[in-house]
């Protein structure tokens, strides 16, 4: 009985350190980037570059807060005025589950943002920040 | 004398109604080109421009009016398609640079309408002259006639 209720307790805090909001396809797109890493993802060092003022890309993009919002949680702007869905998978379920159209937004992104590709490692911890979220 | 009430009753109420409620929906029905082109905008009606323009837009998505707008090669192909199919028939007779404008916002007849049309609070709201929607409810569907 004790061990049953430790088993439970700990499957509870478990998840609530990882809340899970990712369905099927998201676990998809995110072992294709597991599948790639040397290291394992994390969710810290995504919120760090998901928040840093990056150089080498556009003067007038150079955070992902530019267009996205200070939160992940929050309706972000086009520049063309048109709103984009928060990145926060707990506020749009419906994202990251595509690997194409994740592949097409890193590429405009972190070319506009960084003036480069993105790296697997990037790729990752910013995916890991937005499946918590 | 009735019907003369009821007939002028129905020309009233017909007066009354927006210009744009029998107007046919002359909007993009292409959903590829609905999709990727309105993630970021509006989504124009290839009819703005001759095809001339909509070949050099699509051919420099990597720089769209300053923004990264690169697509996978199969989709920009087929957008590029269905905007050339369904161009302006005539190139602009007016450009002396020989080149067809790519901004809509510099047509000629699009400055002309606009002048002194857009308050500084409307542009404010609206953002950029490009978020046609934000003044021309019906702009989605190619409905222009309501300022």
């Not at chain 1, 990145?87 to 749009?92: E, H």
């Not at chain 2, 509006?42 to 051919?59: C, D, E, G, K």
């Not at chain 2, 002309?112 to 046609?132: D, F, I, L």
Request: include cysteine; charge should be positive.
């Amino acid at each position: 009985m004790k061990k049953t209720l430790l088993v439970i307790s700990t499957a509870v805090m478990v998840a609530l350190a990882a809340p899970a909001f990712a369905g099927a396809k998201q676990d998809a797109v995110m072992d294709h980037y597991k599948k790639l890493a040397k290291g394992s993802f994390s969710a810290e060092r995504g919120k760090a570059f998901y928040s840093a003022v990056h150089t080498g890309g556009k003067p007038a993009t150079p955070s992902c807060t530019s267009c996205h919002t200070k939160s992940p949680t929050g309706t972000g702007q086009t520049r063309a005025n048109k709103p984009i869905a928060p990145m926060a998978l707990s506020k749009s379920p419906d994202r990251f589950g595509d690997l194409k159209k994740v592949e097409k937004w890193f590429g405009r992104n972190c070319r506009s943002v960084l003036g480069r590709e993105c790296t697997v490692q990037e790729k990752g911890d910013f995916l890991a920040f937005m499946y918590s979220q | 004398m009735k019907k003369t009430i009821v007939m002028t009753a129905m020309i009233v109420a017909m007066a009354m109604m927006p210009a744009n409620t029998w107007s046919r929906d002359r909007g993009v029905k292409d959903e590829l080109t609905k999709t990727e082109c309105g993630a970021c905008h509006m989504v124009f009606q290839p009819r703005f421009l001759p095809a001339v323009s909509w070949t050099n837009i699509m051919s420099d998505l990597g720089n769209h009016f300053g923004e990264d707008a690169s697509l996978d090669e199969e989709s920009r192909t087929k957008i590029e398609a269905y905007l050339v199919k369904n161009a302006r028939k005539k190139e602009f007779k007016y450009i002396g640079n020989g080149t067809q404008p790519i901004r809509i916002t510099e047509i000629r007849w699009f400055k002309r309408e606009h002048r002194n049309e857009v308050s500084k609070r409307a542009m404010k709201r609206a953002g950029t002259m490009a978020n046609c929607v934000a003044c021309h409810k019906g702009a989605e569907k190619g409905q222009y006639d309501d300022d």
